[in-house]
């Protein structure tokens, strides 16, 4: 029999029930009517026998009861899992910590070689965050931007203006900016369907550290190499604009956080709503 796993997000709720929901998807995995299950926990051998209720539409999911205690040991909080082996015995229950598993995937991220891995990665570490794919792969972003990178002189050839970065942040630059321009917007499918990038070293000595990194079209990429440019920094060290040949254009950076800009603005359009509301009335 081929051994089925799968985890099992642990909320509020079931945690104060001290059960263990399973969805209706993996209700063929488990007995079509009330009885007691034979549970392991962790790497234990004693088996436990646990009171079980299958699929009905009332509860919307199968349970298994009476974890409250194994809970207690793991001191289980919201947001950790459960991963649920199917075993010929009976059923494994494995108790993984939110940031064990957040540690995991965010090696899996950073040892990925090619960028397929580092996506499925990015996608286990997002489900175990609860966040989109894109503000997983933001956060991430972020957190490698803080911490101290090696500066070397990247040297790249016209040919692998792509593949000279980890496949790690290949991976999550696509991720965030779909192929985009970030100077100009710009992008276009492969043939294989992906989105077309190049990404440029700002300092050429600066290494792979985010902040050194923009995704950039082929003609944005040659006028950075190129042209006559200036490049505008905020604080942080994230490029905010550039100017090429006298031009200055802005950048966009997905990860800047610019509260105060979209304050000012919902503050802008309240008062113009209230001014608008308050002349028509008048007329
Ligand atoms: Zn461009």
Redesign the pocket.
């Known amino acids: 029999m081929k051994q089925a796993s799968f985890r099992v997000l642990l909320t509020k709720s079931r945690l104060e029930k001290g059960l263990l929901a399973i969805s209706r998807k993996f209700r063929s995995l488990f007995p079509p009517s009330a009885q007691k299950v034979t549970v392991f926990f962790d790497d234990e051998s004693k088996p436990y026998q646990k009171p079980y209720t299958p699929f009905e539409a009332a509860t919307r999911e199968s349970r298994i009861y009476s974890l409250r205690k194994w809970f207690l040991k793991h001191k289980a909080t919201v947001g950790d899992w459960v991963e649920v082996i199917v075993e010929k015995a009976g059923y494994r229950l494995i108790f993984r910590k939110r940031s064990e598993e957040e540690v995991r995937y965010r090696n899996e991220l950073q040892e990925a070689e090619t960028e397929e891995q580092a996506t499925n990665a990015l996608r286990k570490l997002a489900q175990t965050q609860k966040r989109s794919l894109r503000e997983a792969a933001i956060k991430e972003l972020r957190r490698l931007s803080k911490r101290t990178w090696e500066r070397k002189r990247i040297v790249v050839t016209p040919g692998e203006r792509y593949e000279v970065v980890p496949a790690s942040l290949r991976a999550l630059l696509k991720t965030v900016y779909e192929g985009h321009?970030?100077?100009?917007?710009?992008t276009f499918r492969k043939r294989n369907g992906e989105p077309y990038f190049e990404v440029h070293h700002v300092d050429p000595e600066g290494g792979h550290q985010p902040q050194n990194l923009l995704v950039?079209?082929?003609?944005?990429?040659a006028q950075m190499e190129h042209a006559d440019v200036f490049v505008e920094r905020d604080a942080q060290g994230w490029v905010v604009a550039v100017t090429i040949n006298g031009e200055r254009r802005p950048v966009y950076q997905a990860l800047i956080k610019s509260l105060p800009t979209s304050l000012m603005l919902l503050a802008l359009w309240s008062f113009l709503t209230l001014y608008y509301h308050a002349t028509s009335h008048r007329i």
Do not use: S
Not at 181 to 186: E, P
Not at 216 to 221: E, K, P, S, V, Y
């Open positions: 321009c970030q100077i100009c917007g710009f950039l079209c082929a003609n944005c990429h």
